[in-house]
């Protein structure tokens, strides 16, 4: 067996910065730490980070007056920041940079008078936060027939947006039916599919026609990682995303000979070398790392941590 390797792979800027925050959220204050909801979408992250005291909450009533919180990479609505301000929370705001860029364009276009289509997947925390931004402003848009089927007039002063974690082909596809329906909507300039998004699906767009068979490490909550394992199958090959090696089933690799192995933002490094260990004394894989694109983006910490420092 030939295993190739994808580069870029695994955790993104957003999710080394949310990470890090919360160990040194723990470092600072100790337990108990809570944060509001996964801090990201990956279950052995939030698994690890339990079994050391945090607690993750769905909502805020949940957590004691005076604690500490922590907002995940994927950002909350400003409903959120006001109820964690009416339970005297110390707040850590760990949302990644690009998902922000996201909130402001928002707000700027619903201050100017726009109905804004977002298009991104209903329900995921990160639509949530954003619709939070201008609940009377927003709707959803999923794929390409609800963009032509809006009930909205031609000349409607309207504005996209678009979820960092989306596919981007799909996106491309809902927003050129948008921009067909409505000659005069406004938005970025492409999408605001962020950086690691765009570059783990390229590497998957790349390597897919050399192999059989493909590997998507990361949890079935994550956009991204999901993306990647669709993307694999609408180019005809079988893909599976798995959590760990430990849901490998041997039969898949049954007359196949080539793996693409790659993982979602959210998924650590080490799943994927056990992965990689699992394929080598199974079935004596040889690996080669193929590099589609360098990255060398990296966030700042939340200000709220910036100035404190660890007491040992
Ligand atoms: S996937 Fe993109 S938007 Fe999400 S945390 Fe990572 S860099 Fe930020």
Redesign the pocket.
Known sequence: MKVILANPRGF????NMAIDSLERALQIFGTPLYVYHEIVHNRHVVERFKKRGVVFVDHIDEIPSDSVVLYS?HGVAPAIREASVKRNLNAIDAT?P??TKVHLEAIRFAKEGYTILLIGHEGHDEVVGTIGEAPGSIRIVQDEHEAETLDLPTNAKLAFLTQ??LSVDDAEVIIKALRKRFPHIVGPKKDDI?Y??QNRQEAVKELVPDVDIVLVLGSRNSS?SLRLAELATSCGKSAYLIDSASEIDPAWFSGKHTVLVTAG?SAPEDVVQDCIEYLRNQFDAIVETRTIREEDVSFNLPKELRSLTVLS
């Open positions: 993104c800027a957003g999710v990479a990644c690009l998902v960092t974690t962020c690691a998004t991204n933002a």
